[in-house]
């Protein structure tokens, strides 16, 4: 949780509305899955990249902690795409090395790295919106912005608050049931998946119970009188906002055409 | 007298798909502005009495319903939860689970939001209800970052934010430390006294409340068996409370009834510790205090350690440090209690103890084994732990395998094994739920099947983390019972409490943690002496034991130093 969770800052993407920023983070995604070619995931990669540096001064070492576990994804996926090359049975395929299952072409490193700076693209602007939006103002904007009825929002926030809450526990009821001698010490992986298999029951048993406690009280403090709440804080949405957002629009128009419309998209070997 | 705010007549329900009432011909009148306590056993229908206050029983819980509740005469049939919730509010006993906001602002203003106020008035509410629970500088803080007094308070704020006419308080107390629990009681009378709100307050522990309400309501399986006053309440029927119900009366109550008992007539009934020396001093030409009047045990011999570790530090991944410096000897036999505040550090230490913690510095033997380099496993063998929640330790499908587990784990002979569960099964009063799934059984039974699990291990040392969780003190007294047999048989106890009772009458040695250290290491006794002690550890002494010093400084009786009733009583002659 707190890996991608919030960090505290006045930047413009902190002040940004989140329901606009979740737009702009659609059309960039938009733009990164047009096209499989490795130099434009990278560049797009770059770019978010350095918004997040530069615009939005998040630090490095928080950052590095966030994208490591997508970084290790794509890795994964890059090395898999290398061994076990999809087009090894095609014309004009430089192959570098193959024995056995495994065959390793110029094609394949080439499409396993682009996927992985596609990877890395979109995580890099996911975390640009976690990193840099207080979920209290994410429900706000949901709820006023676009739209969303507010039980559905609320219910999704209190859901949010748990998580920490859930993790905790879930750390005392493996400790508790290592100690009862199930899955030993937790290493391997025989032992580790008989102890997710006993703490599963316990785990669920708890959240049932707490979901039950928790609509007993929102109930009790009027929770879902009236179709609509009071609005403490307003959500409002800023003119450079919507400038920001609106001027990625003629990029990704213009990506889509040049991939999409002239067909440089498809060309995945060259 | 003004008309009732709550009136309550015949009162029947039965939760759904349940064939026992939760309540029995509950009848009950309220007044505007009194300050009840409301008492009885788990179980006995105290909660479901406030959630049917609200409405949330039968609005939103269904169930079958016989007999009438009146909110300021508003049938709660006929009304609905968003208008009975803005005149009865009520505060559960879990904070985490009934705080759904991340800011304790939004939390505050939680209620009012949804009633559709202005947000000028929501504003005006959150700052007055964060006033009156002394917290206003919380505002803009995150609700996971906040003590477990903090929280009660926001959760308590988020109520009054609704300016109900009547506050429900179920059980504020039950994950507080002593000093946080007298204040979080402290609070509640002055909400009560300055705002003229009614107020039911729903607690076990009642040593420091008695005196302070207007009223006593005692259920008992789903009826109300006594209402009135509680100092009447206690002389007349004080007896049946401890003995009959086997809930908790304040240990001045407890005092008063047994020197009447002794025949001392007392001239006003002591509900708390200042009451109480206030009337046995005025009577004290007719006491005597037997002998040196103190029963201070002698500090038994040093026997061998059983758990000896040195300088013990540990950093939680995310740069928390737990512990510090911790040095810590425990010998074979002893019954020991770790206290201190919420936070800090009883339980990371207890973590290492049992090896499900790798110390970050320091090391030591607990039970003959190094506990840096011993597994879970091979500490777990000799040292047992009963986790503060017993459905979190449960992992088989009836009590009975449960039991078996962990002998099933080390490869005992099937015929040991079964002798062992058997026998287990009779000491812990579980042969009749044998076959049962470990959840389905009651709060008391679970805590109970929860350290039998460990018993049966027969561990050289047994930690028993907040075993007075949900329990009446009848139940506790059971439990504790089988405890101090297992003692007898030389297994050493170390119970990581809060129930400064509890530790009087069964520890011998207490560790105090402060802050990740351990600042006091020493006979039960000895506490008594050591006012910084008491005070760094968050702790609140017995009321005995108050009782005594002010019967000696005011009264001039020459007695010693007390932690228990019995103790206390018995050193007292009447002539």
Same mark, same amino acid.
């Given at each position: 949780?707190?890996?991608?969770?919030?960090?505290?800052?006045?930047?413009?993407?902190?002040?940004?509305?989140?329901?606009? /920023?979740?737009?702009?983070?659609?059309?960039?995604?938009?733009?990164?899955?047009?096209?499989?070619?490795?130099?434009?995931?990278?560049?797009?990669?770059?770019?978010?990249?350095?918004?997040?540096?530069?615009?939005?001064?998040?630090?490095?070492?928080?950052?590095?902690?966030?994208?490591?576990?997508?970084?290790?994804?794509?890795?994964?996926?890059?090395?898999?795409?290398?061994?076990?090359?999809?087009?090894?049975?095609?014309?004009?395929?430089?192959?570098?090395?193959?024995?056995?299952?495994?065959?390793?072409?110029?094609?394949?490193?080439?499409?396993?790295?682009?996927?992985?700076?596609?990877?890395?693209?979109?995580?890099?602007?996911?975390?640009?919106?976690?990193?840099?939006?207080?979920?209290?103002?994410?429900?706000?904007?949901?709820?006023? %912005?676009?739209?969303?009825?507010?039980?559905?929002?609320?219910?999704?926030?209190?859901?949010?608050?748990?998580?920490?809450?859930?993790?905790?526990?879930?750390?005392?009821? /493996?400790?508790?049931?290592?100690?009862?001698?199930?899955?030993?010490?937790? /290493?391997?992986?025989?032992?580790?998946?008989?102890?997710?298999?006993?703490?599963?029951?316990?785990?669920?048993?708890?959240?049932?119970?707490?979901?039950?406690?928790?609509?007993?009280?929102?109930?009790?403090?009027?929770?879902?009188?009236?179709?609509?709440?009071?609005?403490?804080? /307003?959500?409002? %949405?800023?003119?450079?906002?919507?400038?920001?957002?609106?001027?990625?629009?003629?990029?990704?128009?213009?990506?889509?055409?040049?991939?999409?419309?002239?067909?440089?998209?498809?060309?995945?070997?060259? | 007298?003004?008309? &009732?705010?709550?009136?309550?007549?015949?009162?029947?329900?039965?939760?759904?798909?349940?064939?026992?009432?939760?309540?029995?011909?509950?009848?009950?009148?309220?007044?505007?502005?009194?300050?009840?306590?409301?008492?009885?056993?788990?179980?006995?229908?105290?909660?479901?009495?406030?959630?049917?206050?609200?409405?949330? $029983?039968?609005?939103?819980?269904?169930?079958?319903?016989?007999?009438?509740?009146?909110?300021?005469?508003?049938?709660?049939?006929?009304?609905?939860?968003?208008?009975?919730?803005?005149?009865?509010?009520?505060?559960?006993?879990?904070?985490?689970?009934?705080?759904?906001?991340?800011?304790?602002?939004?939390?505050?203003?939680?209620? &009012?939001?949804?009633?559709?106020?202005?947000?000028?008035?929501?504003?005006?509410?959150? =700052?007055?209800?964060?006033?009156?629970?002394?917290?206003?500088?919380?505002?803009?803080?995150?609700?996971?970052?906040?003590?477990?007094? !903090?929280?009660?308070?926001?959760? $308590?704020?988020?109520?009054?934010?609704?300016?109900? #006419?009547?506050?429900?308080?179920?059980?504020?107390?039950?994950?507080?430390?002593?000093?946080?629990?007298?204040?979080?009681?402290?609070?509640?009378?002055?909400?009560?006294?300055?705002?003229?709100?009614?107020?039911?307050?729903?607690?076990?522990?009642?040593?420091?409340? +008695?005196?302070?309400? =207007?009223?006593?309501?005692?259920?008992?399986?789903?009826?109300?068996?006594?209402?009135?006053?509680?100092?009447?309440? +206690?002389?007349?029927?004080?007896?049946?409370?401890?003995?009959?119900?086997?809930?908790?009366?304040?240990?001045?109550?407890?005092?008063?009834?047994?020197?009447?008992?002794?025949?001392?007539?007392?001239?006003?009934?002591?509900? =708390?510790?200042?009451?109480?020396?206030?009337?046995?001093?005025?009577?004290?030409?007719?006491?005597?205090?037997?002998?040196?009047?103190?029963?201070?045990?002698?500090?038994? !011999?040093?026997?061998?350690?059983?758990?000896?570790?040195? #300088?013990?530090?540990?950093?939680?991944?995310?740069?928390?440090?737990?512990?510090?410096?911790?040095?810590?000897?425990?010998?074979?036999?002893?019954?020991?209690?770790?206290?201190?505040?919420?936070?800090?550090?009883?339980?990371?230490?207890?973590?290492?103890?049992?090896?499900?913690?790798?110390?970050?510095?320091?090391?030591?033997?607990?039970?003959?084994?190094?506990?840096?380099?011993?597994?879970?496993?091979?500490?777990?063998?000799?040292?047992?732990?009963?986790?503060?929640?017993?459905?979190?330790?449960?992992?088989?499908?009836?009590?009975?395998?449960?039991?078996?587990?962990?002998?099933?784990? !080390?490869?005992? &002979?099937?015929?040991?094994?079964?002798?062992?569960?058997?026998?287990?099964?009779?000491?812990? =009063?579980?042969?009749?739920?044998?076959?049962?799934?470990?959840?389905?059984?009651? +709060?008391?039974?679970?805590?109970?099947?929860?350290?039998?699990?460990?018993?049966?291990?027969?561990?050289?040392?047994?930690?028993?983390?907040?075993?007075?969780?949900? !329990?009446?003190?009848?139940?506790?007294?059971?439990?504790?019972?089988?405890?101090?047999?297992?003692?007898?048989?030389?297994?050493?106890?170390?119970?990581?409490?809060?129930?400064?009772?509890?530790?009087?009458?069964?520890?011998?040695?207490?560790?105090?943690?402060?802050?990740?250290?351990?600042?006091?290491?020493?006979?039960?006794?000895?506490?008594?002496?050591? &006012?910084?002690?008491?005070?760094?550890?968050?702790?609140?002494?017995?009321?005995?034991?108050?009782?005594?010093?002010?019967?000696?400084?005011?009264?001039?009786?020459?007695?010693?130093?007390?932690?228990?009733?019995?103790?206390?009583?018995?050193?007292?002659?009447?002539?």
């Amino acid at each position: 949780m707190a890996r991608f969770g919030y960090v505290e800052g006045t930047s413009f993407f902190h002040r940004m509305d989140p329901t606009w /920023k979740l737009l702009w983070n659609l059309v960039i995604v938009g733009m990164v899955i047009l096209s499989f070619d490795l130099l434009y995931a990278l560049a797009c990669f770059l770019y978010v990249f350095t918004l997040t540096m530069v615009v939005a001064r998040i630090p490095l070492r928080r950052y590095a902690r966030s994208i490591t576990v997508f970084l290790g994804m794509g890795l994964f996926i890059a090395l898999w795409k290398s061994l076990y090359s999809a087009w090894a049975g095609y014309e004009a395929v430089h192959v570098w090395y193959a024995w056995g299952p495994i065959n390793v072409t110029r094609e394949g490193v080439y499409d396993g790295a682009a996927t992985m700076a596609r990877v890395l693209a979109i995580a890099s602007v996911s975390l640009l919106f976690t990193l840099t939006t207080d979920p209290a103002r994410l429900v706000d904007s949901l709820i006023q %912005v676009a739209g969303l009825p507010h039980r559905i929002g609320y219910t999704a926030y209190a859901a949010l608050r748990f998580i920490p809450l859930y993790e905790s526990e879930a750390r005392t009821i /493996k400790q508790a049931h290592q100690i009862r001698g199930v899955g030993e010490n937790g /290493k391997g992986v025989l032992p580790k998946l008989r102890l997710y298999r006993s703490m599963l029951v316990p785990l669920l048993v708890s959240g049932i119970r707490r979901a039950q406690a928790t609509s007993i009280a929102m109930d009790s403090r009027a929770f879902g009188a009236y179709d609509r709440r009071t609005v403490v804080q /307003k959500a409002e %949405v800023s003119p450079d906002t919507k400038a920001f957002v609106l001027a990625h629009v003629p990029a990704a128009a213009a990506a889509f055409y040049y991939f999409v419309m002239l067909g440089h998209g498809v060309q995945i070997v060259r | 007298m003004t008309n &009732p705010i709550v009136r309550v007549s015949g009162l029947t329900y039965y939760y759904e798909g349940e064939e026992q009432p939760a309540l029995r011909d509950v009848n009950l009148e309220v007044h505007p502005g009194e300050f009840i306590l409301l008492i009885g056993s788990s179980g006995c229908g105290k909660s479901t009495l406030a959630l049917s206050l609200n409405g949330i $029983i039968p609005l939103v819980l269904g169930g079958r319903i016989k007999g009438r509740v009146y909110i300021d005469g508003t049938d709660t049939r006929y009304s609905s939860v968003h208008e009975l919730s803005p005149r009865v509010g009520i505060v559960f006993q879990d904070p985490e689970s009934q705080l759904c906001n991340l800011y304790v602002d939004e939390e505050v203003g939680f209620g &009012p939001s949804n009633l559709l106020l202005p947000p000028a008035e929501v504003e005006r509410r959150v =700052d007055r209800a964060l006033a009156d629970v002394g917290q206003k500088d919380l505002r803009r803080r995150l609700i996971y970052e906040l003590s477990g007094g !903090q929280k009660q308070r926001v959760a $308590i704020a988020s109520v009054l934010a609704m300016e109900p #006419d009547v506050l429900i308080l179920d059980e504020p107390t039950a994950n507080l430390d002593p000093m946080a629990a007298t204040r979080m009681f402290d609070l509640v009378e002055t909400i009560s006294r300055e705002t003229g709100v009614t107020v039911i307050l729903i607690e076990h522990n009642v040593d420091r409340v +008695m005196q302070r309400v =207007d009223r006593l309501i005692v259920m008992a399986e789903g009826r109300i068996v006594g209402d009135e006053h509680p100092r009447s309440f +206690m002389r007349e029927r004080g007896r049946f409370v401890l003995d009959v119900l086997g809930l908790r009366i304040p240990q001045a109550c407890e005092v008063g009834l047994r020197m009447e008992e002794k025949g001392l007539r007392l001239e006003s009934f002591p509900l =708390d510790g200042i009451e109480a020396a206030q009337a046995l001093g005025s009577r004290s030409e007719r006491i005597r205090v037997r002998e040196n009047g103190s029963h201070l045990r002698r500090a038994p !011999q040093r026997a061998e350690p059983v758990i000896d570790v040195r #300088d013990l530090s540990f950093t939680y991944p995310n740069g928390t440090e737990a512990l510090r410096d911790v040095s810590l000897r425990i010998d074979r036999g002893d019954v020991v209690a770790i206290l201190g505040e919420n936070g800090s550090g009883k339980t990371t230490l207890s973590s290492l103890l049992v090896g499900l913690n790798e110390p970050t510095s320091g090391g030591g033997v607990v039970c003959g084994l190094d506990i840096a380099s011993s597994s879970v496993r091979e500490l777990s063998n000799r040292i047992g732990y009963v986790f503060q929640y017993p459905e979190h330790q449960f992992v088989e499908d009836t009590v009975r395998d449960e039991i078996a587990f962990g002998l099933r784990a !080390q490869k005992q &002979p099937a015929a040991k094994i079964a002798e062992r569960v058997t026998r287990a099964l009779r000491l812990l =009063d579980l042969e009749d739920v044998a076959h049962k799934h470990p959840l389905a059984l009651s +709060m008391g039974e679970k805590r109970r099947l929860s350290v039998a699990t460990m018993l049966v291990l027969e561990t050289d040392v047994l930690i028993l983390d907040e075993p007075t969780t949900g !329990q009446d003190r009848d139940s506790m007294d059971n439990l504790m019972r089988v405890m101090m047999d297992a003692n007898r048989l030389g297994t050493t106890v170390v119970l990581i409490t809060h129930d400064m009772d509890l530790v009087a009458r069964y520890c011998n040695q207490v560790v105090v943690m402060e802050e990740g250290k351990v600042v006091f290491q020493g006979p039960v006794e000895e506490l008594c002496r050591s &006012p910084w002690v008491i005070k760094s550890g968050s702790l609140v002494l017995p009321e005995v034991c108050e009782l005594a010093e002010r019967l000696r400084r005011n009264a001039g009786i020459p007695i010693g130093d007390f932690l228990t009733v019995d103790a206390f009583v018995e050193a007292m002659e009447v002539s």
